[in-house]
Every structure is written in structure tokens, then in C-alpha cells.
């Protein structure tokens, strides 16, 4: 597999967790577990950001990759 | 009018007087009622059973009895909330009968019990050896409640060192098929959103007897029919273990890549995941 098709995998499997930690940090009762949903929220955002980042260069480096 | 329909009418309206002031008087459990408790009740059933049957000549002094054994306990109980003296007057005090692993023979004798009596009791906790207990104290209904020494009690996850996000109380969405919207609400969900989760989980309405939500949100359904097997919610691993994965290809990415900047980025971002893996680790993982 390419790097970028690798970058891309992780990237969508983080997105999806993401969804999931707003969901529970909607639904759940304990105080302490919405404040600890909301800060792995916060911490995947910006490790999305940069994975989205890194992936712009990696397609601008490799344009034969590019929309795989 | 005949007799037996007298006596009808008499148990009828007996029963409901009766079931009334049962409410009034309180919850007790049967076993674990102070004699008080036990005599006050008993005579009241007595004394309801024999009026019902019309044995007790005199109506009126039926009643009478019945009305003060109802109401002086009501009305001592009251007082006794508010007054502990009156409390242990009537209840009398709790009694302990083994302090530090030894046990307190005049205390046994003061509540007319054998050392065999004893050891008996502890056997029905599911303790065979007197040498485990370290507390044992016996409570004003003469049940005996035990406190283990601290090697011998089961271990918990604190015992572990092992941090365990706390359970909040469930509620019971579906009971036997129909849907109790108050628990519904305590939980801030409504019936959209369990139609919604029925459907994703394939499962109609009328096939469900009993349906759980648990503190975090998950449903949890148990069904008419013990064969058909309804999807485990297995979503809070699953999210776990996506993020377990993604961490490790960060830090692969981190080893693979050849660019300085993103081998810096990757390595931080690795280790944030990381940390927040291990926050989230006792909420997803229990």
C-alpha cells in the first residue's frame, strides 16, 4: 500500500471514532466521562488536522498517488 | 340478610381495610423485623382473621382491639424516629459479639446464645472459619452481619490499583413489552431514539420483554424468543480498539517517514493519543 492510501485508512478510522466519542459524550450521565469524551475529542481534532495536513504535501510529492 | 353473606361483605371490606393500613404502616421484611414488629403484626392478623369470621362475638370490641394494635405501633414508631431512647427502649440496641477476631463470650450469654449457635450463624455468611472474621455484630432483628478481616475479603478493582470509571444506576426502558417513557426521560432519551436503536440492531418492539440502558447510553435487550441471539453492543471496545490502532500507525508513521517535520508531528501526535487512550481506558473498557 501506498503511504498516502495508509495516511487516508487511519485518518477515515479516526473520523469514524470521532463520531463515536461525540455520540457518548452527548449521552452519558457521569460528568467525569463527558469531560474525558471531550478532551479525546479535542486531542483526535487535531491529530486529524494534522494527518490532513501531512496528506496535502504527501499528494503534492507524489502526484502519481494522488486520489487513490 | 343470611349469615354467610354478612361475613362475606365483613372479610371484603376487612381485606381492603387491612391492605390500607399495611401501606400506612411501612415496609418491613419479614425476616428482618424486630420482635416488636413481628407481635404487632401477627396480632393484627389475628385479630383481623377472627373478625372476619365472625367469631368474636362483640362487633364493636372487635374493632376497638383491632384499632389499637393498628395505631399504637404507628404512633410509637413515629415517636421512636424521633427519639432514640424511645427507639432502643422498644427495639433494644445492637450487640457485639466478636471485636478484633475475639469473641465476646458475655455478650453471647446476655443474648442467650452458644458459642455452636454462633459458629451456625456464620456458616449461613458462607464463613467456615472464625479465624477470617474480624467484626461481628448482631442487629436488634438478632441477624448477625460480619465483617471480614481485610486478607480475606473478596478483592475489588481498588484493591488492584486498577481505576474503574463509576456505574451509574440503569433504567428499565422496556417492561414486557411496553415502553415506560418516565425512565426514557430521566435519561433524556425518548422513543425516537429507541426506535432507532431497535432498528439498528434488527429487532422489532413486540419480540422484546425487557430492555436495559445502561449509564452510557448503550441498550441492552432481552427477548420472547431465547433463540433468536441480539448483537452485544460491542461499540465502546470497538472504539477502543480503533484508537489503539490508529496510535500504533502514527508511531509507525513516525519511524517510516523520511521528513524531519512530520517525524516530530507524528511522534507528538502518537504520544497525545496515547495519553488519552489511557483516560478513556477505564470508560470503554470495564
Known amino acids: 500500500m501506498t503511504v498516502s492510501s495508509q495516511v487516508k485508512q487511519t485518518l477515515a478510522a479516526l473520523k469514524g471514532a470521532q463520531g463515536i466519542l461525540r455520540l457518548y459524550s452527548a449521552q452519558s450521565q457521569d460528568e467525569k466521562a463527558i469531560s474525558v469524551y471531550q478532551e479525546a475529542l479535542f486531542v483526535t481534532n487535531d491529530v486529524i488536522k494534522n494527518l490532513e495536513e501531512r496528506l496535502k504535501t504527501i499528494e503534492f510529492e507524489e502526484p502519481q498517488y494522488k486520489g487513490n | ?286
Open chain 2, 1 to 286: 340478610m343470611k349469615e354467610w353473606m354478612i361475613i362475606l361483605l365483613r372479610s371484603i371490606l376487612l381485606f381492603f381495610v387491612i391492605l390500607f393500613f399495611v401501606r400506612i404502616m411501612g415496609k418491613r421484611q419479614i425476616v428482618k423485623m424486630t420482635p416488636f414488629y413481628f407481635v404487632s403484626y401477627s396480632v393484627i392478623a389475628i385479630l383481623t382473621a377472627l373478625l372476619s369470621v365472625n367469631i368474636i362475638r362483640n362487633l364493636a370490641f372487635g374493632w376497638i382491639a383491632l384499632g389499637v394494635w393498628i395505631l399504637f405501633p404507628m404512633v410509637l414508631d413515629y415517636i421512636s424516629l424521633k427519639s432514640k431512647w424511645l427507639h432502643d427502649v422498644i427495639h433494644g440496641r445492637e450487640t457485639i459479639l466478636i471485636k478484633d477476631g475475639k469473641i465476646m463470650e458475655e455478650n453471647l450469654k446476655q443474648m442467650g446464645m452458644t458459642g455452636e449457635e454462633l459458629l451456625r450463624e456464620l456458616r449461613g455468611k458462607n464463613i467456615f472459619q472464625l479465624a477470617d472474621v474480624e467484626f461481628a455484630m448482631m442487629e436488634t432483628t438478632g441477624e448477625i452481619n460480619v465483617l471480614l478481616k481485610s486478607d480475606k475479603k473478596p478483592a475489588t478493582p481498588y484493591d488492584f490499583g486498577k481505576k474503574v470509571a463509576p456505574q451509574g444506576a440503569p433504567q428499565t426502558v422496556i417492561l414486557d413489552g411496553n415502553v415506560m417513557d418516565e425512565p426514557l426521560s430521566n435519561m433524556g432519551l425518548n422513543r425516537g431514539w429507541l426506535k432507532m436503536q431497535l432498528e439498528g440492531m434488527g429487532i422489532a418492539l413486540e419480540n422484546v420483554f425487557i430492555g436495559q440502558v445502561d449509564a452510557s447510553g448503550d441498550l441492552y435487550v432481552d427477548l420472547f424468543d431465547d433463540s433468536i441471539q441480539p448483537p452485544r453492543p460491542k461499540v465502546k471496545e470497538m472504539l477502543y480498539a480503533v484508537m489503539e490502532k490508529s496510535q500504533a500507525d502514527l508511531e509507525a508513521y513516525a519511524l517510516e517517514t523520511k521528513d524531519e517535520k512530520a517525524k516530530i508531528m507524528y511522534g507528538a501526535d502518537a504520544e497525545k493519543l496515547q495519553q488519552v487512550l489511557q483516560k478513556l481506558k477505564p470508560y470503554l473498557l470495564r
